[in-house]
């Protein structure tokens, strides 16, 4: 007896909705590990984290889930389903296949390969020596070959690796749009250079009580538009945003005593990706489109928080008579624009995520195309030390002076991820893309976010991008809510234009 | 082709190990959602836990788990395993039963009717009307009786109820012993009225800050060996207990800020019960030995620690200077007699959860007594408010004016809970009998105790009690730790003494 079309995705869906209520629970282990677990609790967490995600595994690849798509699959079938069930059938695909298309041998190898590396990787960066590193290295690189040979694509092998974060990415679609970033990058940089103003940063260098921050920072989340009623914020080593369900997203930060931005920052990138979470409809929470578009979509609405809006002169205008009330003997003399300046301040610099604005986009590029070059065979794990000091000589113009502040900075390659840098560079594309296009909606904007109005951006995202959660791919969401597909003249003229105030011409 | 007695045993043990993960996954987002959900988180936390409890209950009844414990059960095959190993098929053997011998409609009726019932309880309780609660206390009851036949039972199906939280325990054992309590402690209560001395409490009655409160907390759980780089401790409405593994195990506590006691005495309570979870040894915390021996042994450890020293002369002997050096305005005129005779204090009330040492039996014993005749048909739900009046009069001496202070106030009857409350007196009979034997193993018990050599004790416990997890019957385990079965003139001779010396007689 066959299902009907409706009972098939009513079963699709049950088993859906049930590999995203463990996946949130993993969530929850995940948030605890970081936030509150005590330090003997490692062990028992990874085991349990382990069989939790064995189990997930189990239900997604469940052959039941293969013969329910191909099922609904069928073009007859297709036009019965409603354009929701469609998108389920969809990503679910997506993810079925995805799991299944990798061989357990693999997946197994790179898993062993992968907590291998995050080890030698640790070691080789304290001690400065590469050689420590390259050879788990080698091997992840291999593994992720043969991954990007399994999972299949249609022109490069990294396509296949860029699809897990970045859905429909392709190397030979990005890789224009960063390189002209990279040209017009490096051109603000020089003028950046000639320019005689330099911000001065002192005014955030201060000491700064940490509850005062903490009261500050929650002012801002609040202003923004998150719900504590179903969030929370708390400390972690590395900021992060995770989600249990629109109801339910936990931000994290931290604090430096001596350094306001520190957390400031965190807080606000930490709560544009949260809004994103909580703006997830209801009835998506448990059917699979729960989630973002894709990792450059999420990061778009960090960073268009963090940068588009936190950065701004309308926001410390509003900002600045709450941070004089919190911190007056800090803060008493300082004018919007003194923060404004203090918080752009450009500078050449060797480590990836202390990166300014401007500077941020080069050291993602030099990673994407090292990344590239080494998928396709081109180069050699060997070369990467001299390469990438080479290139930051080319992009950023300074040395470097040991590997441990170069090459071995990041800890995604020694944990397996590759494709995963270019989503950073994506995100700000794809924010100032949105923040020209919420700049036409709103004339007004700059008066509205000087008077806290932070509502009438909120609103604009909620509509245009989290209430689809991931129905669909990032460019046809990018297409839809600005009228065009991805272009970087936007974040380029952003830059260019806030650039030249902060850095007048001679 | 047949697995080796050893191959099943593996199998056997990793099938064991996963579901014993999933269990603490749970438990960290039950204790998640105690302690730190935001309030619109509890939707989805509730779906989440119902898909990971039917995980583990999918897991734990999967046929091949009774194959391998009826394989492993046969005599020839019991001769080659160790002690660990058949004490784990034993136990597995009692968690598969009680799994499986229930039918799916009667879980989930159970589920529902316990679901309406908590709901009308609580409702009924708020109203002092016990006809809302009473329709669904009807049907969970005659559930309840159907659960006792479904498990099965030698002479009262009581005790099939029972043997789920105190695994042998049978009415007919505990009833003998429950009821000598009952009419020494009668007979206790009498003298107590009749003694011209009655303690001042008003030192635990003064505005306590909760900063010192916390930090004197932490300060007497350190004392008495609670690891906190393998647990913490937080705020949650009700006090509680709960383990991810014997290196994470988390208690709650809840302040009064006007009385010290509350704080106090729920932490060293909760510290007890988690002395107990990180005692466990590592080599039991997967294999299903890993938790406690039943409910009643649990409340043996955190009564011990709370009654037998927390209330004792030397601990205050020890902790008030201590207290002093935090609240000196509040304690400084104190003496450790002072407080101990305060800590102390006997009042014939009409609530369990605020009842003193020597009453708190009776509350317990009158609820064994009716969910006895309840379950065995004797009596029926209508009864129980004049039977609940009845019995608090004989046993309490005391009226009951409504019934939300009455028959309404405990929670466990709405949740489908009975045969639990008996295990909070077995704690205290089970608490009495080790205390005893540790007076005897340690002569100088009170200089050690009063010096804060909290030490001697754990570590007596975790020799006796702690290391064995579930490996043994708690009737088993008694007769070990203590030498003869349980024997409830201990705790009637512990009272006699120690109220004696309270309230003397004129």
Redesign the interface.
Known sequence: MRLTPQEQMNELRERV??IV??G???A??G??QET??????A???A??Q???H??IHERLTNARIGELLSSLEEPDVQSTLSEVDRAIVRVIRRDYDRATKLPESLVKDLAMATTRGVESWRRARRESRWEIFAPDLKRIVELKRREASCIGYKEHPYDALLDEFEPGATASQIGPLLNQLRNETVALLARIDQSPRRPDRTVLEQPYAIAGQKAFGELILRQMGF??????EDTSAHPFTTS??P??VRITTRYDENDLATALYATIHEGGHALYDQGIPPGF??NGLGESASLGIHESQSRLWENFIGRSLPFWQFALPRLIEIFPSQVDNASPETMFGAVNRVARSLIRVEADEVTYNLHIILRFELELALIANEIDVDDLPRLWNEKMRDLLGIDVPNDAVGVLQDTHWGSGLFGYFPTYSLGNLYAAQLWATIRRDVPDLDHRLSQGDFQVVLSWLRQKIHRFGRMYTPSELIQQATGEPLNPQYLIRYLNDKYRAIYPPA
Chains 1, 2 share one sequence.
């Open positions: 909705a049930e209520d463990l949130q629970a993993a929850v282990l948030w605890d509150m677990m005590p330090p003997k609790g062990e028992y967490r085991t349990q382990a069989t939790l064995g189990v719900d504590f009623e179903a969030g929370r249990f369900g109801t339910d929470a448990r």
